[in-house]
């Protein structure tokens, strides 16, 4: 009786390293076949590539898909399809509808490529002349092959931005609105803009025309509706605003040792202003609140300056000191 004995191993391939391998042919049952699906707008959908890759679908094969992509994104900075690079193990198939469905450049294919063929990955398109032939091969020849394929490709794409852009152009010159219709023909825009001025709120007009609020914002925006009044409309100056008045009245308490000073040997003015104020006792001592032009207190805080003096007493020079800056908080 013959016995077999099989080595079991582990496979490294350019650096990815794979599951212990059992015998032969067992490695090749573990290859996976991956699909990649994409479009470019949210208008598109991907019925004809699941079409193509029906067969593969009904296997249950794992779908990795980019919706709304442009070509323009190269394929190694999808997130679809760089979740795929990430699970996909040595070995294993990504299979697509056709070759624009994952480069479209010649610069997308020659950053594309090296990855694959590093990675140990095959890429086939299910459809068309390239059905049979492994893209990520590692020949001269498929490298010359799929080179040729992406210039084609990217001059189609060229063509089809071309020709869009002497469709626009053609249309604007012949008068023809482009984009979406507007939600408000004119007579009805007219109607937005005067029931706005007669004060109706945006959402009670959007509810009256069944619109959302931002096409009535955009209707009364292009006739200048919301906009302010020209007399509103500048803004204030905030120097004329906050400056002070020139001299005016204001209340300030005047320690008692100045007022008694004061008393004696203050002007007529200055005697008048005491004897208008009224008297507050705090504790031993008392003040005297003023209510009178900034400038008489600055007059009384002058004739009031011989106590501020060397000669004063510390209490004297204190009560001036306590009187300048009331009148300083309160300019």
């Known amino acids: 009786m013959k016995i077999k004995i099989y080595s079991w191993s582990t496979r490294v391939v350019r650096g990815h390293r794979r599951a212990p391998l059992g015998p032969p042919g067992e490695d090749e049952e573990r290859m996976a076949d991956r699909l990649y699906l994409r479009h470019s707008t949210d208008k598109q959908t991907d019925a004809r590539q699941r079409h193509a ?194 001299n005016p009245v204001i209340t300030i308490d005047l320690p008692g040792l100045l007022a008694d000073h004061l008393l004696a040997g203050g002007d007529e003015t200055v005697r008048a202003a005491l004897a208008t104020g009224r008297t507050i006792r705090r504790g031993q001592g008392h003040s005297v609140r003023i209510t009178a032009p900034l400038e008489l207190h600055r007059t009384v805080l002058q004739q009031a300056g011989a106590v501020a003096t060397d000669s004063a007493s510390p209490a004297e020079r204190k009560a001036h000191r306590v009187y300048a800056t009331r009148i300083t908080a309160a300019t």
């Open 53 to 246: 890759l029906a067969p593969l679908l009904a296997a249950s094969a794992p779908v990795y898909e980019d919706p709304a992509t442009s070509t323009r994104q190269l394929s190694l900075d999808r997130a679809g399809f760089t979740r795929l690079l990430n699970e996909a193990a040595v070995g294993d198939t990504i299979r697509i509808a056709d070759a624009a469905r994952l480069f479209r450049s010649v610069a997308d294919i020659l950053a594309l490529r090296p990855v694959l063929i590093r990675r140990g990955l095959h890429l086939r398109v299910e459809s068309g002349l390239l059905s049979g032939i492994d893209l990520a091969s590692d020949d001269p020849g498929t490298k010359m092959m799929v080179n040729v394929l992406a210039a084609v490709l990217e001059f189609q794409r060229d063509m089809i931005s071309e020709n869009t852009r002497e469709g626009v152009a053609a249309a604007e010159a012949s008068g023809k609105t482009l984009g979406r219709p507007t939600a408000l023909d004119p007579d009805q825009a007219a109607k937005v803009v005067e029931a706005f001025g007669e004060g109706t709120a945006v959402k009670a007009l959007a509810r009256q025309h069944q619109v959302d609020p931002k096409t009535i914002r955009r209707v009364l925006d292009a006739a200048g509706a919301r906009e302010l009044p020209e007399q509103l409309d500048v803004a204030p100056d905030p120097a004329a605003e906050q400056q002070p008045e020139p």
